[in-house]
T-cell receptor, first 118, second 114 residues
Framework: GAGVSQSPSNKVTEKGKDVELRCDPI?????LYWYRQSLGQGLEFLIY????????KSGLPSDRFSAERTGGSVSTLTIQRTQQEDSAVYLC????????????????FGNGTRLTVT | KQEVTQIPAALSVPEGENLVLNCSFT??????LQWFRQDPGKGLTSLLL?????REQTSGRLNASLDKSSGRSTLYIAASQPGDSATYLC?????????????FGSGTKLNVKP
């Protein structure tokens, strides 16, 4: 696709329910990131996927959060037993990896999923 | 841990003014620094990326500079327009530890008045 696609764009859920957020990165981008942006706050790193390597999960705030990336493309972020403090915009980003240097090109972000837990 | 600060948090200027947005970071061991803009309800759009070996990057009316030793970057916007109104964020990528993470500032919300 032309850009990073995220769905749904908005999600309202009741406290205690599970939610699943989806990210479809730009074709050919092997690096994929999930970030969380709370109102008036900077972006908080959640998880990073690079090709077939083990993901960097060091930013996940609790064991209620998990993410997977199937076939090196689409990623889903799952939040179990949602709490009100989980309300935020969840942003996905992808980038190419420059294999000669092993380093990434610019990050490209999706429009995010606004999650509201009532 | 790397900390990124952007001052001011908000800025309002009349159309046509040249302006400078500031980004500072505590650990100078960075690989690159990237500037983004974010429109309300949208994701982040990449504006400029500066590698640590570079001093500046230019794109149209935008110029970003990097002074690694002092832990600072500036984004210069020439001849500002109402369409430039958005939140501008900077992000640094560490050179060594936590290499996969970009650390973001909280942003500067810019309002350009017609």
């Amino acid at each position: 696709g032309a850009g990073v696609s995220q769905s749904p764009s908005n999600k309202v859920t009741e406290k205690g329910k599970d939610v699943e957020l989806r990210c479809d990165p730009i074709s050919g981008h092997t690096a994929l990131y999930w970030y969380r942006q709370s109102l008036g706050q900077g972006l908080e790193f959640l998880i990073y996927f690079q090709g077939n390597s083990a993901p960097d999960k060091s930013g996940l705030p609790s064991d209620r959060f998990s993410a997977e990336r199937t076939g090196g493309s689409v990623s889903t972020l799952t939040i179990q037993r949602t709490q009100q403090e989980d309300s935020a915009v969840y942003l996905c980003a992808s980038s190419r990896v420059l294999f000669r240097t092993g380093l990434n090109s610019p990050l490209h972000f999706g429009n995010g999923t606004r999650l509201t837990v009532t | 841990k790397q900390e990124v600060t952007q001052i001011p948090a908000a800025l309002s200027v009349p159309e046509g003014e040249n302006l400078v947005l500031n980004c500072s970071f505590t650990d100078s061991a960075i690989y690159n620094l990237q500037w983004f803009r974010q429109d309300p309800g949208k994701g982040l759009t990449s504006l400029l990326l500066i590698q640590s070996s570079q001093r500046e990057q230019t794109s149209g009316r935008l110029n970003a500079s990097l002074d690694k030793s002092s832990g600072r970057s500036t984004l210069y916007i020439a001849a500002s327009q109402p369409g430039d109104s958005a939140t501008y964020l900077c992000a640094v990528r560490p050179l060594l530890y936590n290499f996969n993470k970009f650390y973001f500032g909280s942003g500067t919300k810019l309002n350009v008045k017609p």
